[in-house]
């Protein structure tokens, strides 16, 4: 295959993967990206304009995409309609995505403060979320306690396995997390 049919066939596949994602508009006025899944997200809310779970999903959603200020908004709504843990836990998964580490750390440590540090997420949600403040010691702590708890995040093989399907940001900063950890930490 020359460079040419390379390029080619390079542009095909981003052309397609892109073609299920689109600008939405209301009135002529942009209102942001759209894909499947946002439309169903979109129409659970207009279904049920309390489904605290449809805002946090959305929020994700819209997170992951880029959508910066719909994402907040939803987030917001969601955590002021369903003040839980687990919510709040969500929420910051939502903001580190948009790489806001300070509001994803303030959630993860609420989440872990209502679930009284027993949620089998608490530990490695805090330690995404001092490293992305920078504080290593906290992280590096808090990486150990997620590690005692579920110990796949103790081993190489079984922590890309447990975070195959969390996003780029997720994986490349679990996996910085665990070579420090393993390198400096580890006993």
């Not at 542009?11 to 600008?23: P, Y």
């Not at 929420?91 to 580490?101: H, I, P, Q, R, V």
């Not at 995040?153 to 969390?166: I, M, P, S, V």
Request: aromatic share 12%; proline share 3%.
């Amino acid at each position: 295959m020359n460079r040419y049919s390379v390029l080619f066939s390079t542009v095909c596949a981003l052309l397609v993967g892109c073609a299920h994602q689109a600008r939405r508009t209301e009135a002529g006025k942009d209102i942001g990206i759209t894909t499947p899944k946002l439309e169903i997200l979109n129409d659970q809310v207009r279904a049920n304009p309390e489904n605290a779970q449809a805002y946090s999903n959305r929020g994700y959603t819209l997170a992951v995409l880029g959508e910066k200020e719909r994402a907040r908004a939803d987030l917001k709504k969601a955590v002021t309609l369903k003040d839980t843990g687990p919510m709040h836990n969500g929420a910051g998964w939502s903001y580190f995505n948009l790489e806001d580490y300070e509001q994803a750390l303030r959630e993860w440590k609420i989440a872990a403060e209502m679930s009284k540090g027993k949620a089998h997420y608490d530990y490695y949600s805090l330690a995404l979320g001092y490293w992305g403040v920078h504080d290593w010691k906290q992280c590096l702590e808090n990486y150990q306690l997620a590690v005692e708890r579920e110990p796949k995040f103790g081993e190489a093989k079984l922590l890309q396995e447990r975070t195959a399907e969390w996003t780029p940001r997720e994986r490349r900063a679990i996996q910085e997390i665990y070579a420090r950890w393993s390198k400096a930490w580890r006993p």
